[in-house]
Nanobody, 115 residues
Framework: QVRLVESGGGLVQPGGSLRLSCAAS????????MAWYRQAPGKQRELVAL???????NYIDSVKGRFTISRDNAKNTVFLQMNSLKPEDTAAYYC?????????WGQGTQVTVSS
């Protein structure tokens, strides 16, 4: 079992920045991809960004150039740096960690972008 602890959400004005963190309680050798998803009220959960064990990244089109995903394999931690935030980025953000046979979810952290 892998436990994920997220932090870093909050309320920010449009154009502002936030940094999300997710620490996994697992042997780093067992973790493959790490990712961030988000879910806005009334909408399906969507993949925002993913980073492979080797450091390759993928982003949903709407966040390209504004969000950066990174990871610290020594600390089993994944980050999401969010810049130039827009009201449409408002959602609950979930950390997702994948091992060979399973995937695990964080509890979610709320990001609200509003003036």
């Amino acid at each position: 079992q892998v436990r994920l602890v997220e932090s870093g959400g909050g309320l920010v004005q449009p154009g502002g920045s936030l940094r999300l963190s997710c620490a996994a309680s697992a042997n780093s050798a067992s973790i493959n991809d790490m990712a961030w998803y988000r879910q806005a009220p009334g909408k399906q959960r969507e993949l925002v960004a993913l980073i492979t064990r080797g450091g390759s990244t993928n982003y949903i089109d709407s966040v390209k150039g504004r969000f950066t995903i990174s990871r610290d394999n020594a600390k089993n931690t994944v980050f999401l740096q969010m810049n130039s935030l827009k009201p449409e980025d408002t959602a609950a953000y979930y950390c997702n960690v994948r091992t060979t046979f399973f995937q695990y979810w964080g509890q979610g952290t709320q990001v609200t972008v509003s003036s």
